[in-house]
């Protein structure tokens, strides 16, 4: 069993920053891939990034592309999510899943397990 913690959301201004970690225990964290996902009011949750489990390979939906990067340490457990120029649209919580393998990267009904959540909001 894998538990995921997601910390570093927050409130930020249209064209800021912020940088999303995901913490996870429990289980061989350096065997997953991991994905994020967002899921902003009144919407489906929608599929944001995905890195292999060396960290080699990534994936990103269009909307994100070019402004958001993930990234992972093995070492420390830690899947990121370093998000830049910020729009409102972004806003949504984020979570953080994990999955044994890579394809079908961005089905969250692939995922295994999943982190609670944290709250991103960007304004005008």
């Known amino acids: 069993q894998v538990q995921l913690v997601e910390s570093g959301g927050g409130l930020v201004q249209a064209g800021g920053s912020l940088r999303l970690s995901c913490v996870a225990s429990?289980?061989?964290?350096?065997?997953?891939?991991m994905g994020w996902f967002r899921r902003a009011p009144g919407k489906e949750r929608e599929f944001v990034a995905a890195?292999?489990?060396?960290?080699?390979?990534?994936y990103y939906a269009e909307s994100v592309k070019g402004r958001f990067t993930i990234s992972r340490d093995n070492a420390k457990n830690t899947v990121y999510l370093q998000m830049n120029s910020l729009k409102p649209e972004d806003t949504a919580v984020y979570y953080c899943?994990?999955?044994?393998?890579?394809?079908?990267?961005?089905?969250?009904?692939?995922?295994?397990?999943w982190g609670q959540g944290t709250q991103v909001t960007v304004s005008s």
């Open positions: 899943a994990a999955k044994p393998n890579f394809p079908a990267i961005a089905y969250a009904g692939k995922y295994d397990y």
């Open positions: 429990g289980g061989a964290f350096s065997s997953y891939a």
């Open positions: 890195i292999n489990w060396t960290g080699a390979t990534t």
